[in-house]
């Protein structure tokens, strides 16, 4: 199936964080003038037909032929092919049938597709084709497949997201995919949200950041176009289900979740997918506010608008604000989208014709979408090189970009905790593995992953290992038990019988694979027959290590006392197992932190940046019964230890133009080399919004070798500390301010507000 400078600082990111990213000159793309006329030379000559063809997307579905099992390559059927392309004009397709292509069967298909759009229909215009590569070349056999954006995200490595956003784009190159259906720069506020893994987490600093870098490494080429998706707020539903009404406020979907949309127009993406579900009351689809005033309006977007998968039609089958489907396609084009997902039929392209012809819609409001879909077909430069390129294989699945995948996966994984050093593991000891995620290469990928669903093992290469085959190369002694399945009890007698003869039991839990509505729950506990595996298992009074795989924290509370360990592993990708492995035998020092709050109950879910009424306890004090999270945002230990010294501002007070200096010295106060993420937060004690009791402002990793200290300078612009009021406007309110890192906490005050 069916992503400092003056725009930084508007949006109160931290220069720091954001200084490679952000330049006002790359800010609006300038479309070369012969590409610009080339292009309308090309519109003058279109017929409206031919036009809303451009702006519809079929699946490849459509045009395949019936029955064959549509792996490794697609049959297209001919006849359906013309039906699409040339009587029905249609520009763009997407997807897989039946799941992961090889390159050959990529270069056949497209090629196919290409030869009938440039030689069988009137004005030879090309096909762009879109994928989903979320997590890597996911949908090519042997593609480079990376942790997924929550793994990512909790290596807090700008570099690190721009690499996995290189290779996803060089592959999609290799592939002859011009277009790739990434970022994700939903922000993760709800963990019970199936799409929870394909967000950065919880923040929309580290969002914007790591997404921006992400779409400059996909760009990289110019022969590829990221997509930002999936505008607006889609990742809070108050269901907590997949595409269900959020209820947010403008004022809050400006403060948390514009942002890293925001952050990635100025990095240059050329689309944007819009969000499925519905801003307090309004499909984003039919919304002229979002998709132009503010996309196109205020964030300068000048590139493709799509939609996702069927919303249009949606928007009269589901949202029901639409009472027909020609309804829906008006509605949704004077909103501004520019191509319809439509995916499977032609009921889009015949109402807009309708639409047009009858005057309801002027064929200039065509011309307009119709000009940005051939700019950016001549930009990726389609219209002269349609056909997929032989020597961009040489771009894929790298041995660079296999040692990249590996590294992200091991800089992904979270100590959480460690209790009487249980780790490192010693490569002898007697090692009992079990559990549901231990044996499984499905859960170490999660979704969109060769198939949509990413629950298909038989697409997986032999290569790569499970968590199990990892634990046995490493280890002298380790022997398996099942245990339980995902959602099955398992033979718990067997696990007993194994743990009473082992010295450890690693217990590998979480997540089977899913995407989208697929992976909706009603409760964020972990299953019950795998807690019952835990206490079985801790019953017998061996130690016990939980490795944690899964898209979303699974709340644990009933078993994480009695564990000594905790490994946070998320869906780490085709070298997860390794990844863990190597942190469980100590081969890595585990350097990943949480870029989300892991809630303790199923029910507590407020995130880092609470307000102080959420941290009251039942007495209205302060203490546990509040904010008692099972660990907080930025948590992750490792096997050393480091300490955090001489916080000093660079001055007591800043006026609204000036910034302020921050200087901390970070320590490596135990025995091996580390890699350490500083998070600097601030809190304003008073403002005419809630403040929030911490924002993260500036993040950073350094390696300490033992005993090494480091002082770090942060620069934090007063523009960085505005906020949403509740006029919509970005205010910076005088007064006084917190800076708070790792733990010590300085104070300073801004002298004077101002407002943009
Ligand atoms: C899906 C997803 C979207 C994806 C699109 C094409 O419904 O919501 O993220 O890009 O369809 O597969």
Redesign the pocket.
């Known amino acids: ?2 992503q400092p400078t003056l725009l930084a600082v508007l949006l109160g990111f931290s220069a720091v964080a954001v200084a490679a990213a952000v330049s006002p000159a790359s800010a609006q793309r300038r479309h070369d003038p012969a590409t610009v006329a080339r292009v309308d030379a090309l519109l003058a000559r279109m017929t409206v037909e031919e036009k809303v063809g451009q702006m519809t997307q079929l699946t490849i579905g459509v045009v395949a032929a019936e029955g064959t099992p549509q792996r490794d390559s697609v049959r297209i059927d001919p006849a359906k092919l013309r039906e699409a392309l040339v009587n029905r004009h249609v520009g763009s397709l ?2 897989v049938v039946g799941g992961s292509l090889t390159l050959d069967g990529w270069h056949a298909l497209i090629g196919q597709v290409q030869d009938v759009a440039t030689r069988e229909t009137r004005l030879g215009i090309p096909v762009l084709y ?1 994928i ?1 590569f979320v997590h890597g070349a996911n949908y090519t056999r042997g593609g480079t497949l990376f942790p997924h954006n929550l793994g990512l995200a909790a290596t807090f490595d700008v570099d690190l997201a721009r690499t996995a956003g290189e290779v996803t784009g060089d592959e999609a190159l290799a592939s002859g995919l011009p277009w790739n ?1 990434a970022p ?1 720069l939903d922000v993760g506020r709800l963990p019970l949200f199936p799409r929870f893994y394909e967000t950065f987490g919880e923040d929309p600093l580290v969002t914007a950041t790591l997404g921006g870098a992400a779409v400059r490494g996909m760009q990289r080429s110019g022969r590829v176009a990221a ?1 930002l ?2 505008y607006l707020a889609y990742s809070i539903p108050r269901s907590g289900r997949d595409r269900t009404p959020a209820d947010v406020t403008p004022r809050e979907v400006r403060e948390i979740f514009l942002p890293p949309f925001a952050q990635a127009v100025r990095e240059g993406a050329r689309t944007v ?1 819009v969000n ?1 579900g519905e801003i307090d009351g309004e499909p984003v689809h039919a919304s002229r506010y979002w998709l132009t005033d503010v996309l196109r309006g205020e964030l300068g977007f000048d590139g493709v608008i799509v939609t ?2 069927e919303d249009i039609y949606f928007l009269h089958t589901r949202h029901r604000v639409a009472p027909t489907i020609k309804d829906a396609v008006r509605m949704a084009v004077d909103a501004g989208i520019d191509v319809s ?1 439509s995916p499977s039929d032609y009921r889009f392209t015949d109402a807009l014709i309708e639409l047009v012809r009858e005057g309801t819609i002027p064929e200039s409001r065509l011309d307009e979408s119709v000009r940005r879909i051939l700019l950016l077909k001549a930009e990726l430069g389609l219209l002269d090189a349609p056909h997929p390129d032989p020597a961009h294989r040489r771009l894929f699945a790298t041995e660079a970009s296999v040692r990249s995948a590996r590294e992200a996966a091991r800089r992904s994984i979270t100590l959480l905790k460690n209790d009487g050093g249980i780790l490192p593991l010693r490569r002898d000891a007697r090692i009992l593995v079990t559990g549901p995620a231990a044996a499984s290469l499905t859960a170490l990928n999660g979704g969109w992953t060769y198939t ?1 669903q990413g629950t298909d093992a038989s697409h997986f290469p032999e290569e790569p290992r499970t968590l199990l085959e990892a634990m046995l190369r490493r280890g002298s002694d380790v022997r398996y038990v099942a245990g339980s399945g995902f959602t099955q009890a398992g033979d718990l007698g067997a696990a007993l019988d194994a743990a009473k003869n082992a010295d450890v039991v690693v217990v590998a839990v979480g997540e089977d694979a899913y995407s ?1 509505w697929v992976g909706n729950i009603d409760d964020l506990t972990l299953p019950e027959p795998q807690l019952r595996l835990i206490e079985a298992v801790q019953a017998t009074g061996t130690p016990v290590v939980l490795v944690l795989v899964e898209g979303r924290p699974r709340v644990i509370s009933r078993v994480a006392d009695r564990a000594r360990g905790i490994v946070m592993a998320y869906w780490p990708g085709m070298y997860g197992g390794d990844a863990i492995a190597d942190v469980l035998f100590g081969e890595v020092n585990p350097s990943g932190k949480l870029p989300f709050t892991y809630p303790r109950h199923p029910n507590a879910l407020a995130t880092y940046d609470h307000r102080y009424t959420e941290t009251t306890n039942n007495d209205f004090g302060r203490g546990p019964g509040g904010f008692n999270p099972q660990w907080e945002f930025g948590h992750g230990l490792s096997y050393t230890t480091y300490a955090y010294r001489d916080l000093r501002l660079g001055s007591p007070s800043i006026g609204p133009a000036d910034s302020l200096a921050v200087r901390v010295t970070v320590a490596n106060t135990g025995a091996r080399a580390g890699r350490e993420t500083v998070l600097l937060f601030t809190r304003q004690h008073y403002a005419s919004v809630t403040p929030s009791m911490r924002r993260l402002r500036a993040f950073r990793t350094v390696e300490l070798q033992p005993g090494e200290s480091r002082e770090l300078t942060f620069t934090i612009a007063a523009d960085d500390l505005r906020f949403v009021a509740r006029d919509g406007r970005r205010v910076l309110e005088p007064g006084a301010f917190d800076v708070m890192v790792g733990g010590l906490t300085g104070t300073f005050h801004v002298t004077a507000g101002g407002t943009r």
Do not use: A, P, Y
């Open positions: 199936m069916m997407l997807n879109g989903d259906f994700v997509t998706k999936h997918m499925s996702d998968w997902m949509w989208e």
